[in-house]
């Protein structure tokens, strides 16, 4: 079979190359390879055909784009984890501009905004403070890794380059004591097996770690023991807990959670100059961004942007523990927090209470379900006391009080409901944190439609040597200039 050559001329939402086939039948059609950077020109084999394109995989680089560097981790090529390593960090933060620049033009049509260059990380590796690594078992022998891409195949690696070092040596530790103790690993096909998963976080600001287990059943065998050896081998582990996930589910963490040893979160320490410095108290099921030190930069820009005043409200939509919330309460008269998850929410509360902050609310449910009642007055606020917060203090439709929203929903965007009802709170400004842009150009087409328009875009790079994106956008009301 003739070799099929195609030039590569950008990069996707997904990392892939975009080119075009250069010559036979499929000339000039659309190509997306994998690993390849723009200005390559590569052979490749087909690996599937849809209508108006193609994917391959390449066989062979006939001629070397600008900005190809060499991986830094053995199994770049073959792990799921991140697929940008093989390009100049340069390289990615410019294309991740794009990425932005791309998503909004085709889903959104906006084409008049400046998408300002993307914020360098200040760590490109081991910056990862969580880690999730599934364990499986090939010829009889524990192997745990990262899937392969788009795949539950487990490439065996112990030794992201991704993960902060102290998260990576939690996942060592506890992989040899699953081979020592002869756990038998998880497996997807038969359901049968106990370990699925193990689970690390650091909070790089205080050196606090974490290890979870994630298993198949309600008990490891000589849990204590197991608990105890792991915290006398590794220094700060302030935390050991089970999960116990016994659905046939691709979701890594159960609903329920053990603690063997230690206490059941980890603190860190975030913040800036600009910001202060808070304190934050993290459990297993709880959000925290993985890239704590570009997380105070999302944080800075967000608040920035958001112009935050004394007299001010402040809708945190989406909390999780309550970092934006909490930041935000310093700057303004009042803060709020909305978020689904019962631990994070809790770990808000406690939180507030551990930083001394008192002008917050925090509010557990869906945003598009609390919002609305809010607005209508269907619901009230307490502040941390428990003390009802007036409804003439809270903004909203009707209320002379201004305010602020800032939301930072998960990859999937927000609900149309919970936009419509942050529309009618009719704050002075609406701040979207976003790490999708796809999603994110979805939502500025329902915003658009409320009477919103985007004013300010600011991508930062929360996740170098993947194509992942943060987006800081902020929305003005289009009658205001
Ligand atoms: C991207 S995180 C942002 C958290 C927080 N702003 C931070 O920086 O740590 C999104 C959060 O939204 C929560 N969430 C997801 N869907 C939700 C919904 N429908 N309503 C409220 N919270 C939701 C998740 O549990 C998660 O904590």
Same mark, same amino acid.
């Given at each position: 079979m003739s070799a099929n050559r195609a030039q590569v001329t950008g990069l996707n939402h997904r990392g892939e190359g975009v080119g075009r086939v250069?010559?036979? *039948?499929?000339?000039g059609l659309v190509v997306f390879l994998e690993s390849t950077v723009p200005g390559d020109v590569v052979e490749y084999v087909e690996i599937e055909r849809s209508k108006g394109y193609l994917r391959g995989r390449v066989t062979e680089i006939l001629e070397h784009g600008p900005g190809r560097v060499t991986e830094p981790c053995r199994v770049a090529r073959e792990c799921g984890g991140c697929s940008w390593q093989h390009l100049d960090y340069g390289l990615q933060l410019e294309w991740k501009r794009r990425i932005v620049e791309e998503a909004f033009a085709r889903i959104a049509k906006i084409r008049d905004l400046e998408i300002r260059p993307c914020l360098p990380s *200040?760590?490109?590796?081991?910056?990862?403070?969580k880690v999730e690594v599934p364990v499986t078992e090939r010829d009889g022998r524990i192997v745990a890794g990262f899937y392969r891409p788009y795949t539950h195949q487990v490439v065996a690696s112990q030794n992201c380059l991704l993960e902060h070092p102290l998260a990576r040596e939690v996942v060592s530790e506890m992989v040899n004591l699953i081979r020592a103790r002869k756990y038998r690993a998880y497996n997807e096909r038969t359901g049968r097996g106990l370990v699925r998963h193990v689970v690390s976080r650091v909070a790089p600001g205080t050196g606090e770690r974490m290890a979870v287990l994630v298993i198949n059943g309600r008990t490891v065998p000589g849990e204590a023991t197991l608990a105890r050896e792991l915290t006398e081998r590794l220094p700060g582990l302030v935390s050991v807990a089970l999960n116990i996930n016994m659905e046939r589910t691709n979701v890594i963490l159960g609903k329920t959670v053990r603690v063997i040893g230690g206490k059941p979160y980890i603190e860190d320490v975030l913040g800036s100059e600009r910001l202060g410095h808070l304190k934050f108290r993290i459990s297993p099921h709880s959000f925290y961004q993985v890239n704590s030190e570009q997380a105070v930069r999302l944080y800075e820009e967000a608040l920035d942007e958001a112009g935050i005043g004394p007299d001010d409200i402040v809708y945190d939509v989406?909390?999780?523990?309550?970092t934006i919330t909490l930041f935000a309460a310093r700057r303004a008269y009042q803060a709020v927090g909305i978020e689904e998850i019962a631990p994070a929410v809790k770990d808000a509360w406690k939180n507030a209470e551990i930083n001394g902050i008192e002008n917050v609310s925090f509010i557990e449910g869906q945003a598009e379900r609390v919002l609305p009642a809010l607005s209508q007055g269907r619901l009230g606020l307490r502040d941390p006391r428990g003390r009802q917060i007036r409804a003439a203090n809270l903004g909203g439709p009707g209320s002379a009080a201004s305010g602020v929203v800032i939301l930072d929903p998960p990859r999937g965007g927000a609900d149309e409901r919970a936009l419509t009802a942050i529309s009618k709170f009719n704050p002075r400004s609406i701040v979207y944190v976003s790490c999708n842009p796809a999603t994110l150009a979805r939502d500025l087409i329902a915003l658009d439609a409320l009477g919103w328009r985007p004013t300010y875009c600011q991508p930062i790079d929360m996740f170098p040597m993947t194509p992942h994106v943060e987006t800081v956008v902020l929305m003005s009301r289009k009658e205001d200039k």
């Open positions: 250069l010559s036979g *039948p499929d000339k *200040p760590k490109i590796l081991g910056y990862r403070n989406y909390s999780g523990i309550g």
